[in-house]
């Protein structure tokens, strides 16, 4: 990784992993791609070491006699947590007293090797309940003392799944393509349905097997088509002279699987949310399971407000299991709105096109809450416009405009689906550091520090304390407490886990920040517990915004 680091073009980035991926073992190959994408096991493991940037610091600070404080004067201008570590432990300083052995005299290898940091972070997650805190400090120092600098900085980055040097999943790929010699489309493909990167390293070695003949599993949750945003109707009709047009809900992106013997609801990142829904889960009747199973569908959970699809904070709340969900089930029932299929009858339709797809959808059967959204196919800018404004009137985000002839694709965001939004744009910003408030606010963190993805950190281009009820400013406070860094003396620096979806009245160049561009009037619209880290829009896409503004202003004037 140190090699891949060193290089800023994309190509060598891409060529050095690939070479190194092609000479590992079948038990290497899987952890070594989840290391590259700052990930410790599989998305789908439910194992989790559970050690924070402030034990991992604990440890550091005991091993080197480094102050918190020179750490701390360190990462505030490095930003990188696995250099603090690298740094902090070339430049020990002799300790007052030496340390006990806390292991005897057993030392590990040298030179680290992925079976045994694989096998090392197993032991860590398997560590629970009392006690485990402190043995895992102990395990890390034992291992931090016998390895070198440059291999903990690795340690630190891999543990504390330090996305923000992290190998770029779309690299990653492309490196798994070229090691085994694969197509990227059908590599893409495949990670799609597998959703696994070390199933796929592994997939794709395997010579024999067809990447693009594996099928979508139920209840292997497959990763979500998105979509690209468009600025008129003309340009997605230059692009598709038809195009498929459906009312674009604000609500949480769902996988529904369907079995006779069972359902599941899965968020889109993977995360099983079936026991948050139960009144989605008891509306597929027996009609629905005979007609369609077994069944993978595409949708949007909303609550409905005079029968207007909205999106409800209970939902975030259920999905954390912070509210009271068989009450919230029944104050603010939920709804599962249908926009696509992608196993019917147990057969895949992933390489079908979208306008037989939506055939089969718009047979399906429908119960309480169980619906489909209404769908129409147009090619005139005059009635798409018309679709548009009926649709903002009656408080819907905007269009989506899908290709008819359109695949199902995950990844990247595709061109087959384009959104068209009334609203101005928003971006998904990560929390990086947070304020304590004043006056009211005084036990809150309540002013946090926005940050985009750059290329190699995360760059901070405004500061916001509005947007959050009184209950997510408590919630949010315990949250980033949790995720300390260090503490300033405005607050705290956090590790960048929180994303949250931000308005704004426009962005401007300014030097108040490093990253030179500044978000006036921000308000966070939703904490977006559903996406991840890497889902964090990019600088360029900021840059992209600061362009289309002034496009949007001779727009106006001319109007
Ligand atoms: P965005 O979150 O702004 O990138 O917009 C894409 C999201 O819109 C998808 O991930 C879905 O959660 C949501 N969405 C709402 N309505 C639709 C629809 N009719 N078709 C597809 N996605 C939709």
């Given amino acids: 990784m140190e ?9 060598e980035k891409i060529a050095i992993f690939a070479s190194f991926l092609s000479g590992l073992t079948t038990e290497e190959l899987p952890p070594a791609c989840y290391y590259a994408a700052a990930r410790i096991f599989p998305k789908k493991s439910q194992k989790k070491i559970q050690f924070g940037w402030s034990s991992f610091m604990a440890v550091i600070h ?43 005299n057993q030392t590990v290898e040298t030179s680290l090797s ?39 900085k690795y340690v630190a980055r891999i543990i504390t799944s330090d996305t923000r040097t992290g190998f770029q999943e779309g690299l990653l790929l492309d490196a798994i393509a070229l090691a085994f010699e694969r197509k990227k489309t059908h590599v893409r493909y495949a990670h799609m349905v597998l959703n696994d990167l070390g199933e796929l390293a592994l997939a794709a070695r395997n010579q024999s097997l067809d990447l693009n003949t594996i099928t979508p599993r139920l ?36 996988q529904l699987h369907i079995d ?34 077994p069944c993978i569908l595409d949708g949007e959970i909303v609550s409905l407000v005079d029968n207007k699809p909205v999106f409800f904070q209970d939902i975030s709340t259920r999905i954390l299991r912070k509210t009271d969900i068989a009450s919230s089930a029944k104050k603010m029932p939920c709804y599962y709105f249908i926009f696509d299929i992608l196993l019917f009858r147990g057969k895949s339709l992933l390489q079908t096109d979208l306008q037989k797809r939506k055939e089969i959808v718009d047979r399906m059967p429908t119960s309480n809450h169980i619906r489909i959204i209404s769908s ?68 809150w963190l309540s002013n946090y520090h926005l940050a985009a993805r750059g290329l190699n950190e995360f760059q901070v281009i405004g500061k916001t304390f509005k947007g959050l009820t009184d209950d997510e400013f408590s919630q949010m406070t315990d949250r980033l407490k949790s995720l300390t860094v260090t ?44 996406k991840s880290v890497d889902e964090v ?11 289309d503004q002034f496009k949007r202003q001779k727009r106006a004037t001319k109007a």
Wanted: aromatic share 8%; charged share 30%.
């Fill in 3 to 11: 090699k891949v680091d060193s290089t800023t073009k994309k190509n």
């Fill in 62 to 104: 005991q091993l080197t006699n480094r102050s918190r404080q020179e750490m701390r004067s360190f990462y505030r201008q490095k930003a990188d947590f696995g250099s603090l570590v690298e740094w902090a432990l070339l430049k020990k300083k002799p300790q007052p007293q030496p340390l006990s052995a806390f292991f005897g």
């Fill in 114 to 152: 992925i079976a045994y940091i694989d096998a090392f972070l197993r032991k860590m997650a398997s560590l629970t309940g009392k006690g485990s805190l402190q043995e895992k400090k102990d395990q890390l120092l034992h291992l931090l003392r016998n390895i070198s600098p440059l291999e903990a």
């Fill in 219 to 254: 209840f292997q949750p497959l990763r979500s088509m998105l979509a690209t945003k468009v600025e008129t109707i003309d340009k997605a009709l230059d692009a598709y002279p038809q195009v498929i047009c459906e009312r674009k809900i604000d609500g949480f992106r769902a």
């Fill in 260 to 293: 006779k013997q069972g359902s599941k609801i899965y968020s889109r990142n993977q995360e099983d949310v079936t026991n948050a829904f139960p009144e989605i889960l008891d509306s597929i009747t027996a009609t629905i399971k005979e007609h369609v199973s």
């Fill in 376 to 443: 129409e196919t147009l090619s005139d800018t005059e009635k798409i416009n018309h679709l548009f404004q009926e649709a903002i009137n009656e408080g819907y985000e905007g269009l989506m405009l899908k290709d008819p002839h359109s695949l199902y694709l995950a990844g990247r965001r595709g061109k087959g689906w384009l959104k068209l939004k009334g609203t101005l744009p928003t971006l998904d910003l990560v929390i990086v550091g947070a304020e304590w408030g004043h006056g009211r606010r005084t036990d």
């Fill in 487 to 530: 503490e300033e003396s405005y607050g705290l620096s956090v590790q960048p886990q929180v994303i949250v979806e931000v308005e704004f009245d426009n962005i401007q160049e300014s030097s108040k920040y490093a990253s030179g561009m500044a978000l006036r009037f921000a308000r966070i619209k939703r904490i977006r517990n559903d």
């Fill in 537 to 547: 829009d990019s600088i360029e896409t900021v840059h992209q915004l600061y362009r």
